[in-house]
């Protein structure tokens, strides 16, 4: 029902920024909770942050706060991923992924609430 494709994932130094965009198509895009996650070689998925299907309401995990933004564009049917003060630590695969229905906080950062997923753009961020 949702399709999902990332990008805008590339190598920055470490204090720098950027932003990734996921895409998405389907016709009830603007009724999902988005969520972002990220994946380093050999580690666990962990959650990043998520926004609601509105954009008013927004979570992150206390690794990004105070550096990263999610928002939306539901008329573009576009989420973002604005990352600033970049470190090496946040090196991973980025996924954004789309729930239909809003939960709990705790169940929203879980990888397994989530219905549709990205294909996953790289994020690289250098000494």
């Known amino acids: 029902q949702v399709q999902l494709v990332e990008s805008g994932g590339g190598l920055v130094q470490a204090g720098g920024s950027l932003r990734l965009s996921c895409a998405a198509s389907?016709?009830?895009?603007?009724?999902?909770?988005m969520g972002w996650f990220r994946q380093a070689p050999g580690k666990e998925r962990e959650f990043v942050g998520v926004?609601?299907?509105?954009?008013?309401?927004?979570y992150y995990a206390d690794s990004v706060k105070g550096r990263f933004t999610i928002s939306r564009d539901n008329a573009k049917n576009t989420v973002y991923l604005q990352m600033n003060s970049l470190k090496p630590e946040d090196t991973a695969v980025y996924y954004c992924?789309?729930?239909?229905?809003?939960?709990?906080?705790?169940?929203?950062?879980?990888?397994?609430?989530?219905?549709?997923w990205g294909q996953g753009t790289q994020v690289t961020v250098s000494s």
């Open positions: 992924a789309a729930a239909n229905l809003w939960s709990t906080i705790t169940v929203m950062t879980s990888q397994f609430r989530y219905d549709y």
């Open positions: 389907g016709r009830t895009f603007s009724s999902y909770a």
């Open positions: 926004i609601n299907s509105s954009g008013g309401r927004t």
